[in-house]
């Protein structure tokens, strides 16, 4: 990708654009060791050696934050050990992004990737309580006994989980559609709250995270987060 020099400059936080363009005049940059004294002069910011006063300059990395509707038989992974497919598959950008906690194989719905590491920290550490929402279907029917034992929190064994709000959407003929709300990220906290009550998940999606919803983004499919959207999460 190329890209007018001054441009590369402000990018980098050496100046405005428009006094980046009296550096180059002055003759106070280089590239690939060669002195550019003329404007509009284009380099390829994933090639070419910037420098300013004889000191190598890169970009700042610009905030990227994605949504992505997860679909299942993806690990949350930016590689794999195993070739497996990962959710980077599915976002084709030459930016270096992360995902913001995970989504087990079998799990689907929302999940956010970027590359700014204090809101990853925000949304993954345990006191800051960043409730998330998921549509769970599970075997057979759960009393409201052995839901009200999940709602208060559960000895699950190697940890007790928190309180989680649960409703049931739906009773099937074998299956119920239930909705519940929990701020642990604990791996595959759900499926075992609900295997400790004899009520095994068939399918999980998380529909929500805090006030970001997944709407009606597909399977497969991602957008950027909006203004608003990221001044939310950042205020969490």
């Not at 890169?58 to 070739?83: A, F």
Request: no cysteine.
């Amino acid at each position: 990708m190329k890209m007018r020099l001054q441009k590369y400059l402000a990018k980098a936080g050496i100046a405005s654009r428009r006094k980046s363009e009296t550096l180059i005049i002055e003759g106070r940059v280089s590239v690939n060791n060669k002195t550019i004294t003329e404007l509009g002069t284009q380099v390829d910011i994933e090639k070419d050696v910037v420098a300013f006063d004889h000191r190598t300059i890169q970009m700042k990395d610009q905030p990227i934050y994605i949504m992505l509707n997860k679909p299942t038989g993806y690990i949350t992974s930016v590689s794999d050990e195993k070739n497996r497919k990962t959710v980077m598959n599915l976002i084709p950008i030459k930016e270096r992004i992360y995902p913001v906690g995970r989504l087990d194989y079998h799990t689907s719905g929302l999940l956010l990737l970027t590359n700014d590491g204090r809101l990853t920290y925000r949304l993954t550490h345990p006191k800051h309580e960043v409730n998330k929402k998921y549509r769970v279907r599970v075997k057979g029917h759960p009393s409201e006994a052995s839901l009200e034992l999940l709602r208060k929190g559960t000895d699950l064994g190697v940890y007790k989980t928190s309180k989680a709000a649960i409703r049931t959407i739906k009773s099937g003929i074998d299956t119920t559609l239930l909705e519940v709300v929990i701020h642990e990220g604990k791996n595959r906290i759900i499926r075992r709250l609900f295997e400790s009550i004899k009520h095994p998940v068939i399918k999980l999606k998380r529909i929500a995270i805090g006030n970001i919803m997944l709407g009606s983004l597909e399977s497969g499919e991602y957008r950027n987060l909006n203004k608003q959207e990221v001044e939310y999460l950042n205020s969490i």
